[in-house]
């Protein structure tokens, strides 16, 4: 004789079933991992930019120092920035302005500042799981010149 099997509720069948547990345990996790995965791709390349364009200004300012007035060495970190700007991969040099002069506050310090517009960079066009960062960024580098 076969033993009898009771048939249960549907309620308790359902909440004794484990096949869809993975698919639902799936559906709660992803969009967290996705937020996730997307900051870390958003904001790791925005910092990546934000390092050139900081680099680009230092390397600018220290070029600058061999000028002998202020329009050579606004001229030598303008040359200097126009020709390395290709070299950093997120930084599209036609977005890229560049001002330098005398500090105003000191002296004899001589101040480069460049302004990139990163509205073209790739995690603008990304879609928006996490807040974007700001879209122009501007970094300055001081280097004090002669007297020493």
Do not use: K
Not at 81 to 106: Q, R
Request: with cysteine; hydrophobic share 50%; proline share 8%.
């Amino acid at each position: 004789m076969t033993p009898v099997v009771p048939v249960l509720p549907l309620p308790v069948r359902l909440a004794r079933c484990r096949r869809a547990a993975s698919a639902v345990e799936f559906a709660l996790v992803m969009p967290l991992f996705l937020v996730l995965v997307f900051g870390i791709i958003v904001f790791g390349s925005y910092l990546a930019a934000v390092h050139g364009v900081q680099q680009l200004a230092a390397e600018a300012a220290r070029s600058s120092v061999a000028g002998l007035s202020d329009g050579e060495r606004q001229t030598l970190a303008t040359q200097y920035v126009t020709a390395n700007a290709g070299a950093y991969p997120l930084i599209a040099p036609e977005h890229l302005a560049v001002s330098a002069a005398t500090s105003g506050s000191a002296e004899r310090v001589f101040v480069v500042t460049l302004d990139y517009d990163a509205s073209n960079m790739f995690i603008f066009a990304l879609p928006q799981f996490v807040p974007s960062p700001p879209q122009r960024i501007v970094r300055q580098a001081a280097i004090p010149f002669g007297g020493y």
